[in-house]
């Protein structure tokens, strides 16, 4: 084998040996940042879980709260058309009351027309007291749906901590791992070639050195050619 081809049989071994390093750390890298991807997909998978299960819950109490309201609405209404029902039963002229005012001779006396008076305040009380009611009662609600949001917004709020924090924890180890991955695969590459380097070094020392030892002292062989002894 020349020389020429042993130094190339010696590159093409050192780039094989560099390429395989090489490609079991870039698999090594590869798996991790996928890893990574996977794990940082699963956080943001599972925060859009809770938010949309925190959503949910947050929608379903609005919704049960607008019920109440509108039913303490429903009753209000109710109560108002009763307290109306009873004071024109009340005051009709051809009614229980009128006839007892007219048995009692006080159908056209100022005790009949206070009366009247009287009924129509006790309705219209009756009617306020349902209305103040129906307003404290959604007034409530109304502070309730505030609360539910605040409180919503809040655990929202420290969801997105907690992952963001579960999420720079990990970035962190995967960086960590990352360069440590690299910098093992920088030093072991330049090792190889260090070592390559020396072999090439080693081969060529010693083809040189047989070389030497082939070519020998040309003026001896021409003497011992001519049956004479040369002397220095």
Known sequence: MTQEELMKDLE???KDTLDTYTQGYTEAVDALDKGYANVDATL??????????NKDQLDYTIDEIERQKEQT????????KAAFVDYQKQVDPYGVNAEKMASAGLDNSGFAESSKVAMYNQYQQRVAVARESMQRS?????????????????AMA??????????????????????????????????????AT????????????????????PIEEADDENGDVFVP
């Not at 943001?44 to 299960?53: D, P, R, S, V």
């Not at 429903?74 to 109560?79: F, Q, R, S, T, V």
């Not at 959604?138 to 809040?154: F, K, L």
């Not at 997105?160 to 791992?177: D, F, G, R």
């Open 12 to 14: 093409d071994k050192e």
């Open 44 to 53: 943001a998978a599972g925060q859009t879980m809770l938010e949309n299960a």
């Open 73 to 80: 609405q429903k009753d209000y209404e109710k109560e108002q």
């Open 138 to 154: 959604i007034a409530e609600y109304d502070a309730t749906i505030a609360q539910a949001r605040a409180s919503n917004s809040v």
């Open 158 to 195: 420290q969801l997105a901590y907690e992952t963001l924090m579960k999420k720079m924890q990990y970035t962190t180890e995967h960086m960590l791992k990352r360069n440590d991955l690299l910098v093992n695969m920088t030093e072991g590459q330049t090792q190889i070639k260090q070592n």
């Open 198 to 217: 020396n072999r090439w070094l080693d081969t060529l020392a010693s083809m040189e050195e047989s070389a030497g030892l082939d070519i020998g002292n």
